[in-house]
């Protein structure tokens, strides 16, 4: 069973100070992700995070999309290590 949860007109933000801080090579780790964001349609730039807005249903497609960046992320994350 899938639960889908519809909200409208929120925002979604990524910080990436945190992983720059806490992660070894988190710089290239931002630049891979926020590469991979801008390929989904909605991600804006604000500072060093990524803003998405939510004003439409978001599709299992994209869904799957991000979700897939955001496994990668992890993976990298943890492939660096802590500073």
């Known amino acids: 069973m899938k ?3 519809i909200v409208y007109h929120q925002t979604n933000s990524t910080s990436c100070d945190q992983i720059l801080k806490k992660v070894k090579k988190g710089k290239d780790v931002i630049e ?3 590469q991979k964001f801008k390929g989904f349609s909605g991600f804006e730039k604000a500072g060093t ?3 998405y807005l939510i004003n439409a249903f978001i599709s299992d497609n994209k869904e799957e999309g991000l979700l897939e960046v955001i496994s990668e992320v992890v993976e990298m994350n943890e492939e660096n290590g802590l500073k």
Do not use: S
């Open 3 to 5: 639960i889908i949860f």
């Open 32 to 34: 891979y992700c926020q």
């Open 49 to 51: 995070r990524l803003k």
